[in-house]
């Protein structure tokens, strides 16, 4: 027996990309509720694609430290050039 359809309107982008790849794929899944043969491979793709998120993550963080340590080098570099000129 089909599982009911989902009682929400809303669609996800996932399955627009689903069934814009495979309408008879989406059908089967969402509709249908048969499930994927190869979940081994899916599950390997969200691992990879957790990973990739967490190293793009840690390199936007990387990049926000290095871009305020840049500032605090050019803020230090001008206090010692008005300091050496002797302005105060």
């Given at each position: 027996?089909?599982?009911?359809?989902?009682?929400?309107?809303?669609?996800?982008?996932?399955?627009?990309?689903?069934?814009?790849?495979?309408?008879?794929?989406?059908?089967?899944?969402?509709?249908?509720?048969?499930?994927?043969?190869?979940?081994a491979?899916?599950?390997?793709?969200?691992?990879?694609?957790d990973?990739?998120?967490?190293?793009?993550?840690?390199?936007?963080?990387?990049?926000?430290?290095?871009?305020?340590?840049?500032?605090?080098?050019?803020?230090?570099?001008?206090?010692?050039?008005?300091?050496a000129?002797?302005?105060r």
């Amino acid at each position: 027996m089909a599982p009911e359809p989902p009682e929400t309107d809303v669609i996800r982008a996932s399955e627009i990309g689903e069934y814009v790849y495979c309408a008879r794929a989406w059908w089967l899944h969402r509709l249908q509720g048969v499930e994927s043969r190869n979940s081994a491979a899916l599950q390997h793709g969200q691992r990879v694609h957790d990973q990739h998120g967490r190293a793009v993550a840690r390199f936007q963080m990387q990049q926000r430290l290095a871009l305020a340590l840049v500032g605090l080098a050019l803020v230090t570099g001008l206090l010692a050039a008005l300091l050496a000129l002797g302005v105060r």
